[in-house]
């Protein structure tokens, strides 16, 4: 019977009929150590009993292999064979239909991370501390390397943002360890190491060598997944399976985070090219680089972002944060809420009132823009980008938001909107009551006290509502620094 053979760093894999049989390397690589029998047999039973937890029915157990007098020489992991054409990375490439598999694999791995081990020692390596050790001991690896595989002012602007992220959202990984999102998951999970079968498919080949690579935020664990189908050309598939993991698992964790765990995973596939490179493969350098700029992409896609939509009454900014927060997934904050809410007003409930009186004087606005700085706070330390709708028009109050950009490590875009004078008064006239009290008068006043605001980027509203928007979005999330995902969080379309 003829026999197949695969060799990959640890292992040599022999397919002989409908089995396939893992020998363990007699090495020590550092990471791993099977440089003795007694090793090699721990670590066969260990990926059988870890890989049972998905595939069940394709580790049949460890085979002992005897040698001429008899006694034990060595230890085999036997395994149902898989057809080579059921592969998903294989389904991919040519095309193949894999909505319905991905869907089950997300189910399956929810279901793995829901019953997983938990606990301190596994809590720890989901730290926020433990992600940055990990990000820069990668960095310190590359940059070790003789020649520069990855350009140096990409690598440096990798580790930027990857630390700044981290630096922001020290609630944000308390809070998913607190809720227990930290589990014992599988840890290498590749499109190539998943069969997609007529009975639903079969996951292998978990991470057995060293459990500490598997303790993981759930949402890392797959995210290595997501990222394998963004690399394979299929960035549709990749959103698609990271939103099925996030509903089977009930995990509310922002946008923001899931391309920060595909960012770091791309980023240490990166590392293993620089590493190849380095040994001789030539076309590992090409492969490196172009995993950086997916790290990198992902990075500027998941930055945190505080955007200030200011200007005078009827000058379209509410009808511009709304549109904003709708496309983008943020949460909208508006100050004539938050100033009635305050107040013990019902938001639709009038409370007009000569400029600069009533619950509009002096004290009630700093009480207003002191909220509603201090909800944008707690939500950007949680990951979640947030549209603020006020007028702005007081330097102290813009001071104050850039003050909490940079405590939480947030991009600020400052959008200020514009508008004819006559358009203005004709909207001021023409509108029916909402959150805003202000008429014609008060919106002349305003517009005629507003200060010069530097560095805001002027959206002129008397476009129309699309072709205002689009420049808004050109100015929160430039074209350029955009991932290859179509969507953030409105709903996936099919190609």
């Known amino acids: 019977m003829f026999t197949h053979v695969k060799e990959t760093h640890a292992a040599v894999v022999f397919l002989l009929g409908e089995h396939a049989y893992k020998l363990k390397k007699p090495v020590s690589l550092g990471f791993l150590d099977f440089s003795t ?175 500490r690579l598997r303790f993981v935020d759930g949402l890392d664990d797959a995210a290595f997944l997501a990222m394998d189908l963004e690399w394979l050309g299929a960035p549709r598939l990749a959103e698609l399976f990271l939103r099925w993991y996030v509903e089977f698992s009930g995990d509310p964790a922002p946008t923001a985070l899931w391309h920060h765990y595909v960012a770091y995973r791309a980023f240490v596939r990166a590392k293993v090219a620089c590493l190849r490179h380095w040994q001789g493969d030539m076309d590992a350098e090409w492969e490196a680089r172009r995993l950086a700029e997916l790290a990198l992409r992902h990075l500027h896609a998941g930055a945190v972002t505080l955007v200030l939509v200011g200007g005078p009454p009827a000058s379209g900014k509410s009808t511009l944060g709304g549109a904003l927060a709708d496309r983008l997934g943020y949460t909208l904050l508006r100050s004539d809420r938050i100033r009635k809410e305050l107040a013990g007003l019902d938001p639709a409930q009038s409370a007009s009132a000569p400029y600069r009186q009533g619950i509009y004087d002096p004290g009630h606005t700093a009480g207003t823009y002191a909220e509603l700085l201090s909800r944008a706070e707690l939500l950007l330390a949680q990951g979640e980008p947030v549209v603020l709708d006020a007028s702005w028009s007081e330097e102290r109050h813009r001071t104050m938001a850039a003050d909490v950009a940079v405590r939480t490590s947030s991009d600020l875009v400052a959008l200020l909107c514009t508008v004819m004078p006559q358009i203005a008064s004709a909207r001021l006239a023409t509108r029916p009551p909402e959150l805003s009290d202000a008429d014609e008068t008060i919106g002349a006043t305003m517009t005629a006290a507003m200060p010069p605001w530097p560095g805001a980027i002027e959206i002129d509203t008397s476009a129309s509502p699309q072709e205002t928007l689009a420049r808004a979005l050109a100015a929160v999330h430039p074209p350029e620094r955009n991932v290859s995902w179509r969507f953030q969080r409105s709903q996936i379309e099919p190609d």
């Open 37 to 211: 029998v007694r090793a090699r047999q721990a670590a066969c039973h260990r990926e059988v009993e870890l890989n049972r937890r998905l595939a069940p029915d394709v580790y049949e157990g460890v085979a002992d292999v005897l040698g001429p007098d008899g006694t034990v020489c060595e230890h085999l992991v036997v395994m149902r064979r898989m057809p080579d054409e059921r592969r998903l990375a294989t389904l991919v490439r040519v095309g193949r239909p894999v909505d319905d598999c991905l869907r089950f694999v997300a189910r399956q791995l929810a279901g793995l991370h829901a019953m997983a081990r938990h606990g301190p020692q596994i809590d720890r390596e989901g730290s926020r501390e433990m992600l940055r050790g990990r990000w820069t001991d990668s960095f310190g690896q590359v940059r070790a390397l003789p020649g520069a595989t990855i350009e140096p002012g990409v690598l440096d602007e990798i580790e930027h943002l990857a630390l700044r992220f981290l630096s922001g959202r020290a609630s944000l990984f308390e809070r998913r360890i607190a809720e227990g999102r930290i589990v014992d998951g599988h840890g290498d999970l590749l499109a190539d190491d998943i069969f997609c079968l007529d009975d639903g498919p079969r996951i292998l080949d978990c991470l057995e060598f060293d459990e």
